[in-house]
């Protein structure tokens, strides 16, 4: 999956887009250090559904990407 495709129509500003990266980060780091490029795509992925729905808490972004399976909340 292209990154293009991931961000596409989503700004951030920069102090948000360092909190996302953070996120993304830590999901990589606690998914270890065997993480497969498909998984760390589908973390950015979740990472930014969760952001662009207005999450702004850095631990409920990693358990986003990290557990998928949590609704992804409407904050806006």
Do not use: W
């Amino acid at each position: 999956m292209s990154p293009v495709r991931l961000i596409h129509g989503a700004t951030f500003d920069p102090e948000t887009t360092k909190l996302l990266v953070e996120a993304y980060e830590n999901a990589c780091a606690t998914a270890g250090a065997d993480v497969s490029l498909s998984l760390k795509e589908l973390f950015a992925k979740r990472v930014l559904q969760a952001a662009s729905r207005g999450e702004r808490d850095r631990e409920k972004l990693t358990a986003y990407a990290l557990h998928g399976t949590h609704k992804l909340p409407d904050v806006c």
